[in-house]
Each structure stands twice: as structure tokens, then as C-alpha cells.
């Protein structure tokens, strides 16, 4: 690693210096997972949280840093939630602006930072909780993009309301495509086929609603742990994984 790398002056900024002042309020105390991943009432420790120091220690622009928090705070909870409560959540200790946006298992996020573009962040988070759950294997691993995005899309609609950012207003325009121009785009644009596909697709079933999605998640776990075996493409329907014809 470069000492002057974004990650390394990031831990350097980490070792001696803070922002100036709290960022936001700390975020509600959230729930902890039971032995069958269901969530059970929320313990007082907060050690799950990131340290608002360790939130874009090198960002300057306060305003923008301002926004960002408010969206990574309001989708730190849910995200521990999915993933089954804070004995299951690998904390996030550490989040850099980049010019990429990964989820690292070892507690980093890299984000690209823009004012639009504050939704990412829940995008990244929410691999937090795919990862380490029952649906991170086999075919089933597959839909782990759409899943991110369709709870970045409930996140911005949370924080942001209808108007959202560009990102959702495009998902918005995305859903009223009719069924053969989806096909068309899932066979010829990997991206849609891998991120905003799979995503218009659990955001309809749920009616964009996010209770809808956590009651649809955690069932989805539930029936995988039970047999063990691919069970999103018949719950969903095939993504199309490689284009035809």
C-alpha cells in the first residue's frame, strides 16, 4: 500500500485526528440476532457502530460529509438487522471516499463521494449483510447486486422521499419498461442484467415498501437454510446470467 494512498492517509487521519464536531446523532439502538438469525431485542452496546472519526476522515467538505452520515446512519441499522443482528454484522470500521465503491470483509467500504450519489452507501452496506447469509451461495449468490440496490432504492425513498436522487429516478423509469424491452436489456447490458433487473424485481414484489422486504428476506433465509439448495430463480425467475441467442 502507497503511503499516500487514500486508504493509507485515511489510517494515518485516524491515528491523531477526529472531526471537529459530531457529525449527526448517533443512530437508534438496533437488534441483535438469535441462534436462528431472527432478531431479538437490542443490547445498549454500540461497538457494532462505526466511529463517526472513521466516516471520510479526509472529506473537507462538511456539508457533504453531513449528508453522507445522515444516509449511513439511517441504513446502518437496517443492514445489521438483515444480516442478523450485531452477533452476525461484521462492523464496519473504516470508510474512504474512493474512485470504486466495495464492501470489504475486513471492515472497509470504499465509496465514490458525490452529492447525488449519496445512496451508495447503503448499496455497499448491504453487502454486509448478503454476504455472510444463506443465499451467498450457489446461483443464489447471483442476485446479491440486486438485493444491495433494491435496498439502496428503500433507503433514498426513507432519507430522500419520492424525488430520490438521479440514481432512483432512473430505477423509477426503469420499472415502467414494458416485459420485452426488459429482455432486451438483460440480454445486451450486463450491468442492468446484474444490478437494476434483479432489483426491479424484489422491488415489486414488496410494493417498494421496506417492512415488505425484511418480511420477504428473512422468509427467503429461512426456506434456504431448510433445503439447502438454489431457490431465488424459482421464487424470481431467471436473471438471464448469459445472453442468448
Known sequence: MSPTSPLALALACLGGCAP?????PSCPEQARGSSDGRPEQAERSTDWRLDEAAFLPLLEDRALRERLWVMYTAAEPHAVRFAG??????PVRLLIASDRALWWDHGLIEIPVAPDDTGVIAHE???GS???SPL???RDAAWGEGFADAFRYLLELEVMGEDGSPWMRNMDQLAQLSDDELLVRRRDDETFR????PALVILARVDRDI???EALWFDLLERRRATDQD???EEFGELLARPEG
Open 20 to 24: 471537529s464536531r459530531p457529525i449527526a
Open 85 to 90: 443482528g450485531v452477533e452476525r454484522w461484521k
Open 125 to 127: 452496506l448491504f453487502h
Open 130 to 132: 448478503f454476504h455472510g
Open 136 to 138: 451467498n451461495a450457489g
Open 194 to 197: 446484474v444490478y437494476s433487473y
Open 211 to 213: 417492512e415488505r422486504f
Open 231 to 233: 431457490i431465488l430463480a
